[in-house]
């Protein structure tokens, strides 16, 4: 029968309906302007669909509406957890879950603590809780800070992700030490210490405005590095220890807090082919822990480290082919042991005795053939935070 209709026919039919439903548009919008106009209208609409709901959703409301408290934060749903934080020589950076790193017995061999690449291998470390913020400083001198959940979260044995896509990194820059704090603050110090001896002390508010593409945090010279940076209150004592062995300590005093773009003072003096390994603020109440690159270690008391005016040359530290770095610990804590290779073994900071400043030490690790220890940090269990 359509077949059969001619064209004008069918314009027709489409023709009425168009019309018929633009009417009802014209009804409508006149009914609707009509309740705008008035107000008793309006609220009878608005309480015929009130009570329409009422009907419809008879259960109590099971959830509660009220006024927020503060401004939203991202870390508000981010739980407050412990975490490592790894970076390799060939700039890979990862976060993983402390509770990855099952607790061993010294002297054992470890499990795989990252994927390496074939010329690759862990070179910095760091423990710190998800909901701090953390800085990391450049070898040349620049700063860039970072939040912990910001940074990408990997498994034990994955490689992580560039740092160049972290962080906004310039051309051949490398870390080297990685910070963790809550807040800026005026009653803390950013303490760094270069490779020829050189420490320099400025106020940790100082560094506040870090721009995403990083900030100046001191004047390095061409020949030099920063191999560490600590905090401090402004009265702590000091520990510089070189890669032959040798350690200074003295007062935080003797180095005047200096602007961002400054170069530093003389920390200690080096002797022939040695240079500086690790910078350890000192705390009374702990042991210094030392570990040397064959995987022997000792812990001595700070009082073993007389207080000596900075700039000298210092003490015996360690006897050893070679210091692979320095911790500040206590009988509770946790020890982590990486090696050029990627091992990684966690153990209980007790099972080390505590002897003489200028012996040998223990077996902290067994190491293979042609590898070496190349870092050691302090494993830090963080409980969450209360909701």
Avoid: W
């Amino acid at each position: 029968a359509i077949l059969d209709l001619r064209l004008y026919q069918l314009t027709g039919l489409e023709r009425e309906r168009i019309d018929a439903e633009y009417l009802e548009l014209l009804k409508l919008a006149e009914q609707l302007r009509s309740i705008l106009e008035s107000d008793a209208k309006l609220l009878s609409v608005i309480k015929e669909e009130l009570l329409a709901l009422r009907e419809k959703y008879v259960e109590a409301r099971k959830t509660r509406i009220m006024p927020a408290e503060s401004e939203f934060k991202l870390e508000d749903v981010i739980a407050n957890v412990g975490c490592m934080i790894t970076v390799t020589h060939n700039g890979f950076i990862k976060r993983t879950d402390i509770s990855s790193y099952r607790s061993q017995k010294r002297g054992g061999k470890g499990v795989i603590g990252a994927g390496q690449y074939e010329d690759d291998f862990i070179e910095h470390s760091f423990t710190a809780s998800t909901h701090d913020y953390i800085l990391f400083v450049m070898q040349n001198g620049r700063l860039y800070i970072k939040k912990v959940y910001d940074i990408p979260e990997g498994s034990r044995i994955a490689k992580g992700r560039a740092l160049i896509n972290v962080l906004e990194l310039q051309d051949g820059e490398k870390v080297a030490a990685m910070l963790c704090f809550k807040h800026f603050s005026d009653d803390q110090f950013l303490v760094m210490a270069t490779q020829q001896g050189i420490i320099k002390k400025t106020v940790l508010s100082a560094y506040s405005n870090c721009r995403v593409s990083g900030i100046i945090g001191m004047n390095v010279d061409e020949n030099d590095i920063i191999i560490g940076a600590e905090l401090t209150n402004g009265n702590n004592d000091l520990l510089l220890i070189t890669y032959q062995g040798m350690s200074i300590r003295f007062s935080e005093s003797d180095c005047r807090d200096q602007g961002r773009a400054t170069r530093g003072v003389k920390g200690i003096r080096l002797r022939k082919d040695d240079f500086v390994k690790a910078l350890i603020v000192v705390d009374d109440r702990k042991t210094l822990l030392i570990a040397g690159i064959r995987g022997q270690g000792k812990r001595s008391e700070f009082s073993e480290y007389r207080l000596q005016q900075r700039g000298g040359f210092g003490g015996i530290a360690l006897k050893t082919h070679g210091v692979a770095g320095a911790i500040t610990v206590d009988e509770s804590d946790e020890m982590m042991l990486l090696t050029k290779s990627g091992q990684a073994v966690r153990s209980p900071v007790k099972d080390v005795r505590v002897i003489g400043r200028t012996t040998m030490g223990v077996r902290l690790i067994n190491l293979e053939k042609d590898d070496k220890l190349i870092g050691i940090c302090k494993v830090i269990e963080v409980e969450p935070e209360a909701s």
